[in-house]
């Protein structure tokens, strides 16, 4: 994998934790990833945190989770460049991830972390979940 790769990968994350307003973690990024690809089980913090190092290549599939849920292009992603793909496709997963990260973008600043706790908490199936406070 190329560490270009990794490092959009890892600032897929980024824009995501902005435009929540908190740091999401590996492992809710893990998560909201699995939940878009229709998996039962998470993806792991370490796998995350392998995809963002650069020492596993994620699948295809997971690339366009990734761009999906963090409102990027896949193929910006996957190779950096926006007009090389084509635009992601509308898909409707379990736990309705898509669109996360336009939904918190039209969200107001103070909302965002308990929307983002009502997120992954649906996602998750976690009702007890409560969003991180700085």
Do not use: C
Not at 63 to 74: H, N, S
């Amino acid at each position: 994998m190329t560490a270009t790769l990794a490092r959009r990968i890892f600032l897929a994350h980024l824009e995501l934790s902005y435009n929540v307003g908190r740091k999401v973690t590996l492992a809710e990024f893990g998560e909201l990833v699995a939940r878009h690809l229709g998996r039962d089980a998470p993806f792991s913090a370490a796998a995350v945190s392998r995809w963002e190092a650069g020492s596993q290549v994620p699948s295809a599939d997971v690339i366009e989770a990734i761009a999906a849920i963090t409102g990027t292009d896949p193929g910006w992603i996957s190779h950096g460049d926006r007009s090389a793909a084509p635009p992601p496709p509308r898909l409707t997963p379990p736990g309705g991830v898509t669109g996360v990260a336009v939904h918190l973008r039209n969200t107001p600043l103070d909302n965002r972390r308990a929307e983002l706790g009502r997120v992954i908490a649906a996602a998750t199936g976690d009702q007890t979940a409560k969003p991180q406070h700085e």
